[in-house]
């Protein structure tokens, strides 16, 4: 099973990215997929989370509103679209994905068994 992540680059603050997981070896539409960041010498935090079916996407807080998880299912690919960006949104961004997440623990990373290697995102002010 791989993981990878596209997409990152330097922006300035305001502008638009959309980050793409496209996944080999496994079929995502049947897994919780989730986007987290981390930034040097930080742990790993959530960023966003789409459930296999029925419930709403989960959001952080200091992304709702501007970032967008998704995915399609024809490409076995998930999307974060992230708008207005900001200078804190500066940081690596993971794609992860599992087959059996209790939603109580989605923002976890210990929930994911699978990773993508990251992409930079940097947000100059």
């Known amino acids: 099973v791989q993981l990878q992540a596209s997409g990152g680059g330097l922006v300035q603050a305001g502008a638009s990215l959309r980050l793409s997981c496209a996944a080999s070896?496994?079929?995502?539409?049947?897994?919780?997929v989730a986007w987290f960041r981390q930034t040097p010498g930080k742990e790993r935090n959530f960023v966003a989370a789409?459930?296999?079916?029925?419930?709403?996407?989960d959001y952080a807080e200091s992304v709702k509103g501007r970032f967008t998880i998704s995915r399609d299912n024809a490409k076995n690919t998930m999307y974060l679209q992230m708008t207005n960006l900001r200078p804190e949104d500066t940081a690596v961004y993971y794609c992860?994905?599992?087959?059996?997440?209790?939603?109580?623990?989605?923002?976890?990373?210990?929930?994911?068994?699978?990773w993508g290697q990251g992409t930079l995102v940097t947000v100059s002010s």
């Open positions: 070896g496994r079929t995502v539409s049947r897994d919780t």
């Open positions: 789409l459930f296999r079916t029925g419930y709403r996407p």
């Open positions: 992860a994905a599992s087959p059996s997440v209790i939603r109580s623990t989605v923002a976890s990373e210990t929930a994911y068994h699978y």
